[in-house]
């Protein structure tokens, strides 16, 4: 079963206003992987956080993870139309299988 | 230069059928990863290969799920007898080390309808 759990599992947003999607364990994970799909397309790897509350920045994404290990946020500011898909969380286990979660999809109205 | 490749892209089966899925990795990437990703879900871990070893198969759904990596590059996943939950996109990875940080680069999947 899922050993991550993704909320919310939709999100509708205007162009131009903030999103922010949330990863929760029961567990504390050792690392935290985020991925984005496009409609139609396959995952492609945002980046990978490992240290207690880690927080980097890709332009306008923010990714953090919890003091606890134990979650994980991905916030996007001002979100346009191309910011659109899933955006998966994912627990990569040593140099094997990653386990996701099952994303949150947004869409974005222009 | 080029990404992972998978093929057929699609692939309509009857129940019962047996079908072969390829995945052409990243050259020179040594580990190589297959998912299930039904409709509306994340990926779900299948098995993984480094080089031709078979590492972890703890995915594989039943005794008709089958994969191979004989010579350490290509790989074909193997469906028997399908039956319609089998139906999903199937999707390949592969990544450069054995790391865990080494990133996973996806293919396209291919996209098996069983009838």
């Known amino acids: 079963g899922q050993q991550v759990m993704q909320i919310p599992q939709y999100q509708h947003v205007q162009e131009g206003e903030d999103f922010t999607t949330y990863c929760n364990s029961s567990?504390?994970?050792?690392?935290i992987q985020w991925y984005k799909q496009r409609p139609g397309g396959h995952p492609v790897f945002l980046i990978q956080?490992?240290?207690?509350?880690e927080v980097k920045k890709q332009k306008r994404l923010t990714f953090q993870f919890g003091e606890a290990k134990k979650n994980s946020s991905l916030h996007i500011t001002a979100t346009q139309t191309t910011d659109v898909g899933t955006y998966f969380c994912?627990?990569?286990?040593?140099?094997?299988?990653?386990?996701f979660g099952d994303g949150t999809t947004l869409t974005v109205k222009p | 230069g080029a990404g992972v490749s998978q093929s057929p892209r699609y692939k309509v089966a009857k129940r019962g059928q047996d079908v072969a899925l390829r995945c052409d990795p990243i050259?020179?990437?040594?580990?190589l990863f297959w998912y299930q990703q039904a409709l509306g879900q994340g990926p779900e871990f299948l098995t993984y290969?480094?080089?031709?070893?078979?590492?972890?198969k703890s995915g594989l759904p039943s005794d008709r799920f089958f994969a191979e990596r004989p010579e350490g590059s290509v790989s074909t996943l193997k469906i028997q007898r399908t039956q319609q939950e089998d139906s999903a996109v199937y999707l390949c990875?592969?990544?450069?080390?054995?790391?865990?940080?080494?990133?996973?680069?996806f293919g396209p999947g291919t996209r098996l309808t069983v009838l």
């Open positions: 990875a592969s990544s450069k080390g054995t790391q865990g940080t080494d990133t996973q680069y």
């Open positions: 050259s020179g990437h040594v580990s």
């Open positions: 994912a627990e990569r286990f040593n140099a094997g299988k990653s386990t």
């Open positions: 956080l490992v240290k207690s509350g």
């Open positions: 290969f480094q080089n031709e070893a078979q590492l972890d």
């Open positions: 567990t504390t994970l050792s690392n």
